[in-house]
């Protein structure tokens, strides 16, 4: 079971801003371990849209950003476009889990 | 360009096995860690492996410990997951990622495969 938790679903309009939450806890995110976020477009793998809390790799478009605070993080994506109606998921390390990396439990993104 | 293409998927029954594989390109699987990712039919990703880069460290989800067996080949730039006892929630497709530092707790995956489905079923 995931133990970063995401909302199941956020939608705006073309051109809103929608942000994505996971929650995590002391253990994760709290114990300052780095968080990161992925993209899904539907029928294809994953894809990398924001490491280390807030960095875009090349390619990403600065209409995505991602934060960090306490226990959680977020998600932002500004001018939402057509494009970006996806599945989207966080990630980071849980130190009560042996070796083990975590993924939040997903957040569908529906462009109205 | 950087690449991961998994195979070795397909219909197995209850308690059957099956070994993935992962063809890595572009880069030397030999410097870094990887990892097995999977996501069940219309649900989310879930972590089931990694290997250090010379395989001495491994590190499994609970729920394939002592079933699931990954391991490497870096002079084939290879990476596998020998998967025994399976199960019906073993269903899914089975990414391999590379872990984009060597500090494992700090680390992110990317690239990702395209994915292998395995299906488990009578």
């Known amino acids: 079971q995931s133990v970063l938790t995401q909302p199941p679903s956020v939608s705006g309009a073309p051109g809103q801003r929608v942000t994505i939450s996971c929650t995590g806890s002391s253990s994760n995110i709290g114990a300052d371990y780095d968080v990161h976020w992925y993209q899904q477009l539907p029928g294809t793998a994953p894809k990398l849209l924001i490491y280390?809390?807030?960095n875009r790799p090349s390619g990403v478009p600065d209409r995505f950003s991602g934060s960090k605070s306490g226990t959680s993080a977020s998600l932002a994506i500004t001018g939402l476009q057509a494009e970006d109606a996806a599945d989207y998921y966080c990630?980071?390390?849980?130190?009560?889990?042996?070796?083990?990396?975590?993924f939040g439990t997903g957040t569908k993104v529906t462009v109205l | 360009e950087v690449q991961l293409v998994e195979s070795g998927g397909g219909l197995v029954q209850p308690g059957g096995s099956l070994r993935l594989s992962c063809a890595a390109s572009g880069f030397t699987l030999s410097s870094y860690w990887m990892t097995w990712v999977r996501q069940a039919p219309g649900k989310g990703l879930e972590w089931v492996a990694n290997i250090n880069q010379d395989g001495s460290e491994k590190h499994y989800v609970d729920s394939v410990k002592g079933r699931f067996t990954i391991s490497r080949d870096n002079a084939k730039n290879s990476l596998h997951l020998q998967m025994n006892s399976l199960r019906a929630e073993d269903t899914a497709v089975y990414y391999c990622?590379?872990?984009?530092?060597?500090?494992?707790?700090?680390?992110?995956?990317?690239?990702w495969g395209q994915g292998t489905l395995v299906t488990v079923s009578s």
């Open positions: 990622a590379r872990d984009r530092l060597n500090i494992v707790f700090r680390s992110w995956f990317d690239p």
């Open positions: 280390g809390n807030i």
């Open positions: 990630q980071s390390y849980d130190s009560s889990l042996s070796g083990s990396k975590v």
